[in-house]
């Protein structure tokens, strides 16, 4: 089975953008790290990102119906922004049966009040926040227990 690892606005600038928030760990490396894991596990991955809402919300539909074929344990999402701002996305989730456990590389309650809002939260199957981008293998490491049991 495979994991969707998904990736929202901005987080292509990772390694580059506010690297004492974020670290200088670019993507590509993120996507290096989860795919490794995910071997070990006997699962591919299937990494994406875009800045774009509707993109993020297609992701998330697609997801819905290659769950229901078997063919996907689950998304690790993480957001950005769009984590704060997007019913849409909230909508999304609600609306489809796969587990999708939501991933922030900061802790976000340590940051600005407008980051402790999570439209993703209520709907998501786990958080997992301020971690780094170690966060995204605990995700991974997170579905396939789930798929397990
Ligand atoms: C983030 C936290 C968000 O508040 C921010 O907008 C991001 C990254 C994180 O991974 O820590 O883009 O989701």
């Avoid at 697609?62 to 078997?70: C, H, I, L, M």
């Avoid at 950005?80 to 909230?90: F, K």
């Avoid at 958080?127 to 991974?140: E, K, L, Q, R, T």
Wanted: charged share 20%; hydrophobic share 45%.
């Amino acid at each position: 089975p495979a994991i969707l690892v998904l990736n929202g606005p901005n987080l292509n600038l990772l390694g580059t953008r506010e690297p004492a928030t974020y670290g200088s760990t670019t993507l590509a490396d993120v996507e290096r790290m989860c795919t490794a894991r995910a071997g070990e596990l006997g699962c591919t991955v299937d990494f994406r990102q875009s800045n774009h809402e509707g993109v993020l919300i297609d992701a998330i539909h697609e997801a819905g119906r290659t769950f229901k074929e078997g063919a996907l344990l689950g998304v690790v999402f993480n957001a950005g922004a769009y984590t704060h701002t997007s019913i849409a996305l909230h909508d999304a989730v609600r609306s489809v049966e796969v587990p999708v456990i939501e991933v922030h590389i900061s802790n976000v309650h340590a940051r600005e009040s407008f980051r402790h809002h999570s439209w993703l939260s209520p709907v998501a199957a786990g958080i997992i926040v301020g971690f780094g981008v170690d966060g995204y293998v605990m995700a991974i490491e997170a579905l396939a227990r789930r798929a397990s049991r």
